[in-house]
């Protein structure tokens, strides 16, 4: 399918014109902002190692707020998915990248595989695990999942040199249990195997990990044939509620 927002692999997309997302943008920067707690946006943003400020708003107190921003609103079209999430990565503070994973993650299912550059934007813009794994698991699985032609994109970003991408190629299909692609799971699982950063070397054990719910068999071979590659935490990671056999 034929991709609703423009914008070559890498580049910024374009954000169209939506007035939907005029509608959601203008309750979404009303409701927010007048229940910030500042106090709370302090510690949050430590947590979060000063990625990026917060409004502070506690989990259930946004996603309370967040349904009264689309109470009474029609389903999106691509279109708007892609301009609420866009419009919403350009503001400073992170409860509104979460409201827009939030928002994906509910209507991916009404956008097309051209939808994954725009996804691949939001994963390399201000990125941390907090959205990333959201977005991988949830929303890129999901395009996946569609249209099994993106897979040879996977194939790409598991190689690539942004890590937040890599770790996306990991988990993309953490949730797809035994429609699993085994191949590509531990290809790209042995590849980056000697990668230096701690979220690829977590997530290379996550994903085994819960790939060993469907088949702790294979998970145990595959560490075992590669365990002098693969570093202690993705070992660890990966055996953890299986063992060694």
Request: hydrophobic share 45%; proline share 6%; net charge positive.
């Amino acid at each position: 399918m034929n991709a609703a927002v423009p914008g070559a692999e890498g580049g910024i997309p374009q954000v169209p014109a939506s007035p939907l997302a005029d509608t959601v943008l203008h309750r979404l920067t009303t409701v927010y902002p007048a229940a910030a707690d500042p106090e709370r946006a302090v510690g949050m943003r430590a947590y979060m190692k000063d990625v990026a400020p917060f409004l502070g708003l506690a989990t259930p107190v946004r996603r309370a707020l967040s349904r009264t921003v689309v109470e009474g609103l029609p389903r999106p079209a691509e279109a708007d998915c892609a301009a609420i999430a866009l419009r919403c990565w350009s503001l400073p503070e992170r409860e509104y990248q979460y409201f827009a994973v939030d928002y994906l993650r509910r209507h991916v299912r009404h956008c097309s595989s051209g939808f994954l550059t725009v996804t691949r934007h939001l994963l390399t813009t201000v990125p941390w695990w907090d959205t990333v794994d959201l977005l991988a698991a949830h929303v890129v699985g999901a395009l996946v999942a569609a249209d099994r032609g993106l897979a040879a994109r996977m194939d790409d970003w598991s190689a690539d040199d942004d890590l937040w991408l890599v770790r996306t190629a990991l988990l993309h299909q953490l949730r797809y249990k035994e429609r699993t692609d085994t191949g590509r799971l531990f290809g790209y699982c042995a590849r980056q195997s000697g990668h230096p950063d701690f979220f690829v070397r977590k997530a290379i054990g996550w994903c085994l990990r819960e790939y060993a719910k469907t088949d702790p068999e294979a998970v145990r071979a595959f560490v075992a044939r590669e365990r002098d590659r693969l570093a202690p935490l993705s070992v660890r990671e990966a055996l953890k509620n299986i063992g060694a056999g």
